[in-house]
């Protein structure tokens, strides 16, 4: 479903990601692990068509939404608004769909989202998101600034989605516990290269990863 070949994006002389390739199949849920200014929202937006590369090649087979860092909301429109927005491009306004999978986001629709705690904006940043009806998801930071509770319950949306209706799913995650959790497979991406990946259990007992991303080994 996502399939990105060698690519190279940069900013002025200054080179993002450098030869970076990994693939997401179809249905599949797959993460991307990496520290800060590693080019995780980097590849993000050039995903969602946001940045043009330099080089290589971007492939996706079907609808991609973007859930983005830090949410991007319209903080003084309505609920309901932002997410009509999201469904600009396929010409889905009903948001029906939305508020049965997130019913919160019904009793809130006619407040500004720039009120909302930030639990509430990721909950209508997603909403948003699948307004768009997408084959393809890419999430950036689902968890940032929010408390464990509240990112168990987006995340468990997620599982839901990819579940029973074949979601595909990239998460790009600094929060390498819950990434490994929801994914089978992942990728680090550091300084712009991805330097490793593979199978989420035996990356999560990978020295190197556990030390890096999980506080050390795990037991």
Same mark, same amino acid.
């Given at each position: 479903?996502?399939?990105?070949?060698?690519?190279?994006?940069?900013?002025?002389?200054?080179?993002?990601?450098?030869?970076? &390739?990994?693939?997401?199949?179809?249905?599949?849920?797959?993460?991307?692990?990496?520290?800060?200014?590693?080019?995780?929202?980097?590849?993000?937006?050039?995903?969602?068509?946001?940045?043009?590369?330099?080089?290589?090649?971007?492939?996706?087979?079907?609808?991609?939404?973007?859930?983005?860092?830090?949410?991007?909301?319209?903080?003084?429109? &309505?609920?309901?608004?932002?997410?009509?927005?999201?469904?600009?491009?396929?010409?889905?306004?009903?948001?029906?769909?939305?508020?049965?999978?997130?019913?919160?986001?019904?009793?809130?629709?006619? =407040?500004?989202?720039?009120?909302?705690?930030?639990?509430?904006?990721?909950?209508?940043?997603?909403?948003?998101?699948?307004?768009?009806?997408?084959?393809?998801?890419?999430?950036?930071?689902?968890?940032?600034?929010?408390?464990?509770?509240?990112?168990?319950?987006?995340?468990?949306?997620?599982?839901?989605?990819?579940?029973?209706?074949?979601?595909?799913?990239?998460?790009?995650?600094?929060?390498? =516990?819950?990434?490994?959790?929801?994914?089978?497979?992942?990728?680090?991406?550091?300084?712009?290269?991805?330097?490793?990946?593979?199978?989420?259990?035996?990356?999560?007992?990978?020295?190197?990863?556990?030390?890096?991303?999980?506080?050390?080994?795990?037991?």
């Amino acid at each position: 479903m996502i399939d990105v070949q060698d690519l190279v994006v940069s900013y002025g002389t200054a080179t993002a990601l450098e030869h970076v &390739t990994l693939t997401v199949g179809k249905g599949e849920m797959v993460a991307l692990l990496g520290p800060n200014g590693a080019g995780k929202s980097t590849l993000a937006n050039t995903l969602a068509g946001l940045i043009r590369p330099a080089s290589g090649t971007v492939r996706v087979g079907g609808r991609l939404a973007l859930i983005p860092e830090g949410r991007q909301l319209f903080p003084d429109l &309505t609920v309901a608004d932002n997410l009509a927005l999201g469904g600009w491009r396929s010409g889905q306004r009903d948001p029906s769909p939305v508020y049965e999978l997130l019913p919160r986001l019904a009793e809130l629709a006619s =407040r500004r989202a720039g009120v909302l705690s930030g639990g509430e904006q990721q909950m209508v940043a997603f909403g948003r998101a699948m307004m768009s009806r997408p084959d393809a998801l890419v999430v950036d930071e689902l968890s940032l600034g929010l408390a464990p509770a509240v990112t168990a319950d987006l995340a468990a949306h997620l599982a839901e989605l990819n579940r029973t209706q074949g979601l595909t799913v990239l998460l790009i995650e600094q929060n390498a =516990r819950l990434a490994f959790e929801l994914c089978r497979r992942a990728y680090v991406l550091e300084s712009g290269r991805v330097v490793t990946g593979g199978d989420s259990a035996e990356l999560a007992g990978d020295p190197r990863v556990a030390s890096a991303y999980l506080g050390g080994a795990i037991t």
